[in-house]
């Protein structure tokens, strides 16, 4: 079955950075979204992107999608220490989502 | 006014126990899902339901069963508890097909 892998599986940045986290999938996807989870709490939606877009931006976040190389980016930009967190990409097929084994960020102050 | 809410949010049993987790979602969504978070922080989805049809069963083993009383309400029962559940369980929901609304999640440990 297909899945979402993100790498890094884990990344360091001082507030201030910007932090890219990138996914690959394996097989045709409807969407990707990506969702955040702090510590102990469930995951947020951040973003979707449609298979027939190639980018997205909302805030300080941009995502770009690349079907051809079955691939994602997260970038956040100017990052926070608020935004430390796992961050997952989920592809959609049909019916059901898969998540990824996730990035850990953490963004010191 | 929380959205999704699953209780209780920490469950510790011993090995054989039957247990039930409950999830209720205030958002008017026609889906919903238990998903089971591993110690790698891996998700793997377990069930979701639409309109009170079971419409995604992955391969999960029988112990575990969805029961949904009306379209706000999933709970998940676990019949036989064995030390392998011991996970994060998190129920969502959603419109279908449209990004999903996690609850917080229930901590089972089975000792």
């Known amino acids: 079955s297909q899945q979402g892998e993100e790498d890094p599986q884990a990344l360091s940045i001082q507030e201030g950075e910007n932090a890219t986290m990138n996914c690959s999938y394996k097989?045709?996807?409807?969407?990707l979204q990506w969702y955040r989870q702090n510590s102990g709490r469930g995951l947020v939606h951040l973003i979707l992107?449609?298979?027939?877009?190639r980018e997205k931006h909302s805030g300080r976040l941009r995502v770009t999608l690349d079907t051809s190389k079955k691939s994602s980016s997260l970038l956040i930009t100017a990052s926070r220490a608020a935004d430390t967190a796992s961050y997952f990409c989920a592809t959609a097929s049909g019916s059901t989502l898969t998540f990824g084994k996730g990035t850990m960020l953490l963004v010191s102050p | 006014d929380t959205a999704v809410s699953q209780t209780p949010k920490y469950l510790v049993t011993q090995m054989g126990n039957d247990k039930s987790i409950k999830c209720e979602q205030n958002?008017?969504?026609?889906?919903m899902y238990w998903y089971k978070q591993d110690s790698k922080k891996f998700l793997k989805i377990m069930f979701s339901?639409?309109?009170?049809?079971?419409?995604i069963n992955e391969t999960v083993p029988n112990r575990f069963s969805p029961k949904s009383p009306d379209k706000a309400h999933l709970n998940l029962h676990i019949n036989s508890l064995e030390l392998g559940d011991s996970a994060v369980y998190f129920c969502a929901s959603s419109h279908w097909e449209s990004p999903l609304h996690f609850g917080n999640g229930t901590r089972l440990t089975v000792t």
């Open positions: 958002l008017g969504h026609d889906t």
């Open positions: 992107i449609r298979s027939n877009e």
């Open positions: 339901y639409n309109n009170k049809e079971l419409i």
């Open positions: 097989t045709s996807i409807n969407n």
